[in-house]
């Protein structure tokens, strides 16, 4: 099941329907398609600490999420996401340590896979969420930097309880 259009299909419809008024908007998808991250997810974190991250069941417009890293029984680090809906797509937008930080637009979507996307972001400027073929949730931050590609990765697995 894939919840974008594709644009070639958007066009053709424009077309055959001679309805020539500039470049067509798809409708954002549902939050549902994102439905697969809802939950309590936790793995290890290469600064030796256990993410933990928790994500609300989609809302019609936002869904909320927490993370933080825990490191011998203390909280080292921590952050709030929102993503919310717009009429045309959802922005994921990051709050480390609680501080509102840019928004990164859905650049696609698919079945146990989302994409966010800002280019004009210092780093990073994608942020990738997908199910593995275990089950697990794996996050990915990437991007560009002064000194080249960059990227990390976090695997999790449904909490315990």
């Known amino acids: 099941m ?6 070639m299909a958007v066009l053709a419809t424009g077309a055959a329907t001679g309805v020539h008024s500039g470049p067509v908007a798809a409708p954002a998808p549902p939050l549902s398609a994102i439905a697969f991250m809802t939950g ?12 933990e991250e ?4 989609p809302s ?14 203390r909280v080292i680090d921590f952050e709030f996401t929102t993503l919310e809906r717009t009429d045309s797509s959802f922005v994921m937008t990051p709050r480390p340590k609680g501080v509102k930080s840019d928004s990164f637009p859905l650049k696609e979507v698919a079945e146990g896979r989302a994409v966010w996307e800002n280019l004009k972001h210092d780093f990073p400027q994608r942020i990738i969420y997908r199910v593995g073929t275990d089950g697990s949730l794996i996050a990915r931050i990437e ?3 002064p000194s080249g ?5 976090w695997t999790m697995h449904r909490c315990a309880r």
């Open 54 to 57: 928790r994500y609300s069941e």
């Open 149 to 153: 590609e960059r990227h990390m990765e």
């Open 40 to 51: 309590c997810w936790t793995g290890p974190s290469s600064n030796g600490a256990t993410i």
């Open 60 to 73: 019609d417009n936002l869904m909320i999420g927490m993370s933080r890293y825990v490191r011998a029984g």
């Open 143 to 145: 991007g560009r930097t």
């Open 2 to 7: 894939r919840h974008s259009i594709p644009l």
